[in-house]
């Protein structure tokens, strides 16, 4: 069966400071990406998804980045964090294009 | 930009109620799917419902979509305390290939 696997859960980072949050996937191939970021009580901004190695789209202008250096790995990260980026980071995956999503279970990020 | 849009922003029933959220969108869409999410979770998908289908049903959960009113509902029958959570809808644009956006979201309490 497969699995996303999402880490970590919480995280406290002073402003300035380099993210790199990770998230893989088990039991599929070329899975769609997404990253996904939601404030509190609100609900999900898209910021990147990806449909293979290396191929990554963003949604919204940013300070974050996102790679795919492999099939089923997708990382988020940001070179200096802003107090903006504070929020809960969903990873998730879906097997095919325009259906549903398996998603993660979430990084809180507090940015101080 | 949100595609969807919830409505309520949040109920409160008592258990064995039903309980109807409500989600309009903008644009033509591919499909619509409901998602729930626990507090501090990831999202877990509910139902999928495509443009050319005009109810659904799984378990206690139905939903409908008017593509003339841009609009879908879920009805959650005979409510339980366990169904307390976030309720959110999800479109995916006509030819918008792999980009889910998420409204804001209903908060449901189910109240024993």
């Known amino acids: 069966s497969q699995t996303i696997h999402q880490w970590p859960a919480t995280l406290v980072q002073p402003v300035g400071s380099p993210l790199s949050l990770e998230c893989t996937v088990e039991g599929t191939s070329n899975p769609n990406l997404y990253w996904y970021r939601q404030a509190a009580g609100r609900g999900l901004q898209l910021l990147f998804y990806s449909v293979g190695i290396g191929q990554i789209s963003s949604e919204v202008p940013q300070n974050l980045s996102a790679s795919r250096p492999q099939d089923r790995q997708f990382i988020l990260s940001s070179k200096k964090l802003l107090l903006s980026d504070s929020g809960f980071y969903l990873c998730?995956?879906?097997?095919?294009?325009?259906?549903?999503?398996?998603f993660g279970s979430g990084t809180q990020l507090s940015v101080l | 930009s949100q595609q969807g849009e919830e409505d309520p922003q949040a109920l409160s029933i008592q258990e064995g109620e039903n309980a109807t959220m409500n989600c309009s969108y903008k644009?033509?869409?591919?499909?619509l799917q409901w998602y729930r999410q626990n507090s501090g979770r990831g999202l877990v998908h509910l139902i999928l419902i495509r443009s050319n289908e005009r109810e659904k049903h799984s378990g206690r959960l139905r939903v409908t979509l008017d593509t003339s009113k841009k609009s879908s509902s879920l009805l959650i029958t005979a409510s339980r305390a366990a169904d307390t959570a976030s309720y959110f809808c999800?479109?995916?644009?006509?030819?918008?290939?792999?980009?889910?956006?998420f409204g804001a979201g209903t908060r449901l309490a189910v109240h024993p």
């Open positions: 998730a995956w879906s097997g095919s294009t325009n259906e549903k999503l398996f």
């Open positions: 999800a479109t995916v644009r006509e030819g918008g290939y792999n980009k889910l956006i």
């Open positions: 644009t033509s869409i591919n499909n």
